[in-house]
């Protein structure tokens, strides 16, 4: 064994050799960077979250019209045998396409291709890219990104060292790992369903209340929104600008700044970077903040993204950049029941309906909502409701917590029993 100049590998045998991932790829790319036009059938268009399970998922891909897909494929022409790596956000998740069906890729994920002749087998390569050690590198990269979302750059993964053993040990080790991964797969997919369905049953639990109340044996009526459908005969229905309004004061520079996000809500931004362990993109020091938007504890807040997750809550006084809209209840009523409401997906799909024939943003504006028909339920109903939707989902969220506790060690677990045999630190038994 002999130390090699990369301290992320440790000691390494002396007869394995060093090469550059992008000397054994004949294309190194990255998908579109134009947000293309969705539709409900068509080719599947995918980003990160339809990788980060370590194969290619296409479940819940987004889809696009096939002549948006032909003119993307032409500058990343993805096809069987193809490595895909997560690039923006989420880094150094390699994944191989095994698959013969069409689809295009985001600009959040990186496209390479094994070249013929190469040192290395594509399996053998396949473990050693998601091994720790790699992982180790990667976040190196990372820890020098001061943004928000950190990038491993197509010239990073272009110099990414590889480890290449000689072709024997390779074939044995990738042998190997597939026998000692295999459980380990199986367990992180069933805690994966495990998951799913957890969420899915915290999604039916809120729809069902926020549209049907609690009382089962509550006469209903239609409630002539296709999106509800029947709701309780004691609910109003009303539009959206007779139950809130927009706020528009400015100049409260005293405020700290807040981010927009779909799983916190509105928070300040340092709590933001607490809880995700990601760097917020600063302010430069001559910004004018006279002309960001104040929010009070209760607004709501409609973000470039709203047509993915909703409209935001705000338990925060603060400030927001003035690209964000900014809208608050006209009653002092009970506020938890829209809260809950504004983050159900037939909501999100109405108001995703108005963004539709947008591009550069897919911005919805309050104007859109104002004139959305929503459910008002009794303001004692609006109170129960939000107390029993807290208790539900604080249970579901911690089961989910706990699930993707254990599926974050198996992860690790794994990455680093690979690691041991890609360095060569532990050699593949007889």
Same mark, same amino acid.
């Given at each position: 064994?002999?130390?090699?100049?990369?301290?992320?590998?440790?000691?390494?045998?002396t007869?394995?050799?060093?090469?550059?991932l992008g000397?054994?790829?004949?294309?190194?790319?990255?998908?579109?960077?134009?947000?293309?036009t969705?539709?409900?059938?068509?080719i599947?268009?995918?980003?990160?979250?339809?990788v980060?399970?370590?194969?290619?998922?296409?479940?819940?891909?987004?889809?696009?019209?096939?002549?948006?897909?032909?003119?993307l494929?032409?500058?990343?022409?993805?096809q069987?045998?193809?490595?895909?790596f997560?690039?923006?956000?989420?880094?150094?998740?390699?994944?191989t +396409?095994?698959?013969?069906?069409? /689809? *295009?890729?985001?600009? &959040?994920? %990186?496209?390479?291709? $094994?070249?013929?002749?190469? @040192?290395?087998?594509?399996d053998?390569?396949?473990?050693?890219l998601?091994?720790?050690?790699?992982?180790?590198?990667?976040?190196?990269?990372?820890?020098?990104?001061?943004?928000?979302?950190?990038?491993?750059?197509?010239?990073d993964?272009?110099?990414?060292?590889?480890?290449?053993?000689?072709?024997?040990?390779?074939?044995?080790?990738?042998?190997?790992?597939?026998?000692?991964?295999?459980p380990?797969?199986?367990?992180?997919?069933?805690?994966?369903?495990?998951?799913?369905?957890?969420e899915?049953?915290?999604?039916?639990?809120?729809?069902?209340?926020?549209?049907?109340?609690?009382?089962?044996?509550?006469?209903?009526?239609?409630?002539?929104?296709?999106?509800?459908?029947?709701?309780?005969?004691?609910?109003?229905? +009303?539009?959206?600008?007779?139950? /809130? *309004?927009?706020?528009? &004061?400015? %100049?409260?520079?005293? $405020?700290?700044?807040?981010? @927009?996000?779909?799983?916190?809500?509105?928070?300040?931004?340092?709590?933001?970077?607490?809880?995700?362990?990601?760097?917020?993109?600063?302010?430069?020091e001559?910004?004018?903040?006279q002309?960001?938007?104040?929010?009070?504890?209760g607004?709501?807040?409609?973000?470039?993204?709203?047509?993915?997750?909703?409209f935001?809550?705000?338990?925060?006084?603060?400030?927001?950049?003035?690209?964000?809209?900014?809208?608050?209840?006209?009653?002092?009523?009970?506020?938890?029941?829209?809260?809950?409401?504004f983050?159900?997906?037939?909501?999100?799909?109405?108001?995703?309906?108005?963004?539709?024939?947008?591009?550069?943003?897919?911005?919805?504006?309050?104007?859109?909502?104002?004139?959305?028909?929503?459910?008002?339920?009794?303001?004692?109903?609006?109170?129960?409701?939000?107390?029993?939707?807290?208790?539900?989902?604080?249970d579901?969220?911690?089961?989910?917590?706990?699930?993707?506790?254990?599926?974050?060690?198996?992860?690790?677990?794994?990455?680093?029993l690979i690691?041991?045999?890609?360095?060569?630190?532990?050699?593949?038994?007889?």
């Open positions: 064994m002999t130390a090699n100049g990369y301290p992320w590998l440790g000691k390494v045998p007869s394995w050799k060093m090469g550059r000397t054994m790829c004949s294309i190194l790319t990255d998908g579109t960077h134009q947000t293309p969705y539709v409900d059938a068509g599947p268009f995918l980003s990160i979250k339809d980060s399970s370590g194969y290619i998922d296409f479940s819940d891909a987004k889809m696009i019209p096939l002549e948006e897909h032909t003119e494929r032409r500058h990343a022409p993805v069987r045998g193809d490595i895909l997560t690039r923006i956000g989420t880094l150094g998740k390699f994944v +396409v095994d698959t013969d069906v069409e /689809f *295009s890729i985001f600009v &959040s994920l %990186g496209l390479l291709r $094994l070249k013929n002749n190469v @040192p290395v087998t594509k053998y390569l396949m473990y050693y998601n091994s720790s050690a790699v992982q180790s590198y990667i976040q190196s990269i990372k820890a020098g990104f001061g943004t928000a979302a950190p990038k491993y750059n197509l010239s993964a272009a110099h990414t060292p590889v480890l290449i053993p000689p072709k024997e040990t390779q074939e044995a080790i990738t042998r190997h790992l597939d026998v000692i991964c295999q380990i797969d199986m367990c992180s997919k069933d805690i994966k369903r495990q998951v799913d369905a957890l899915q049953y915290r999604r039916s639990v809120i729809h069902e209340a926020v549209t049907k109340g609690l009382n089962p044996d509550a006469p209903m009526k239609d409630s002539g929104i296709p999106w509800i459908g029947e709701i309780p005969a004691g609910w109003d229905v +009303v539009k959206g600008k007779y139950m /809130f *309004s927009q706020r528009s &004061s400015r %100049g409260n520079t005293h $405020l700290e700044l807040l981010s @927009p996000t779909q799983k916190y809500g509105v928070i300040p931004q340092s709590l933001y970077e607490e809880r995700t362990g990601a760097k917020t993109v600063k302010l430069k001559d910004t004018d903040l002309e960001f938007k104040t929010v009070h504890v607004d709501y807040v409609i973000s470039l993204r709203s047509f993915q997750g909703g935001e809550y705000s338990d925060y006084e603060g400030v927001v950049s003035p690209v964000y809209q900014v809208f608050y209840p006209i009653s002092n009523g009970p506020r938890g029941y829209y809260r809950y409401l983050k159900t997906q037939p909501f999100i799909d109405e108001m995703n309906s108005y963004a539709m024939s947008l591009r550069d943003g897919k911005n919805i504006a309050f104007a859109d909502f104002g004139r959305t028909r929503i459910p008002v339920p009794p303001l004692d109903e609006q109170h129960a409701i939000a107390d029993y939707l807290d208790m539900k989902c604080a579901a969220d911690k089961l989910i917590d706990a699930k993707r506790e254990q599926l974050r060690t198996l992860a690790e677990y794994k990455k680093s690691y041991e045999y890609v360095t060569g630190k532990r050699e593949v038994p007889a």
